[in-house]
Nanobody, 123 residues
Framework: QVQLVESGGGLVQSGGSLELSCEVP????????VGWYRQVPGKQRELVAM???????TYGESVKGRFSISRDNSKHSQFLRMTSLRPEDTAVYYC?????????????????WGQGTQVTVSS
């Protein structure tokens, strides 16, 4: 069973910063693109950021210029640096990976989700 190990959520004041991390099984690291989605009760899960195996990045419109995603190959981990946080960034943040285009790995699903970590931004 694939396990994504998330850490770094918590409570922060508006304008503050927080960093989330997600460790991915090493044998998936060079095959799967990695990133984050977030969800608030009653709303659909939305894209926060993704980074591909060749370091191409994609950001949700509401976080552009404030959040930054990166990969550390030595730790097979990804990091989401969140700055200038706002109360509307409050959500459960989910580590998410999907198989990069053109890659295959027998016996594994196209995508996997972490359990989620709560981020709360107080006003």
């Amino acid at each position: 069973q694939v396990q994504l190990v998330e850490s770094g959520g918590g409570l922060v004041q508006s304008g503050g910063s927080l960093e989330l991390s997600c460790e991915v099984p090493f044998y998936l690291w060079n095959i799967y693109d990695v990133g984050w989605y977030r969800q608030v009760p009653g709303k659909q899960r939305e894209l926060v950021a993704m980074i591909s195996i060749d370091d191409s990045t994609t950001y949700g419109e509401s976080v552009k210029g404030r959040f930054s995603i990166s990969r550390d190959n030595s730790k097979h981990s990804q990091f989401l640096r969140m700055t200038s946080l706002r109360p509307e960034d409050t959500a459960v943040y989910y580590c998410y990976i999907h198989r990069s285009p053109g890659y295959q790995i027998p016996g594994h699903a196209y995508e996997y989700w972490g359990q989620g970590t709560q981020v709360t931004v107080s006003s």
